[in-house]
């Protein structure tokens, strides 16, 4: 069974930076597309970033194209999302998900999930 676990959420004033990490078991790591995903309080969960199998394919949200980079290291079974630039409006909980077919871009191609980090942008 898949298990994600994310890490390195926590408290930030606005301008400073993050980085996630979610690390992987129970899957090929190699051979999935990885994606983050953000949900923040009353909002549906939202499109973050995607890393595709090799990392050197990699998708982003609109939102934050320009600061915010996904990375992974598949000897380690770890994906990252390195978030500068944060905003007030970036605060949410940040989830890692494993692709499972469709769009990058939805939350419905993805299959398995982790608990989330929370996130807190201070202005």
């Known amino acids: 069974q898949v298990q994600l676990v994310e890490s390195g959420g926590g408290l930030v004033q606005a301008g400073g930076s993050l980085r996630l990490s979610c690390v992987v078991s129970?899957?090929?790591?190699?051979?999935?597309?990885m994606g983050w995903f953000r949900q923040a309080p009353g909002k549906e969960r939202e499109f973050v970033a995607a890393?595709?199998?090799?990392?050197?394919?990699?998708y982003y949200a609109d939102s934050v194209k320009g600061r915010f980079t996904i990375s992974r290291d598949n000897a380690k079974n770890t994906v990252y999302l390195q978030m500068s630039s944060l905003k007030p409006e970036d605060t949410a909980v940040y989830f890692c998900?494993?692709?499972?077919?469709?769009?990058?871009?939805?939350?419905?191609?993805?299959?398995?999930w982790g608990q989330g980090t929370q996130v807190t942008v201070s202005s």
């Open positions: 890393s595709g199998r090799s990392g050197v394919n990699t």
């Open positions: 998900s494993v692709h499972s077919s469709g769009s990058y871009y939805r939350d419905s191609s993805y299959g398995s």
């Open positions: 129970g899957r090929t790591f190699m051979n999935y597309v």
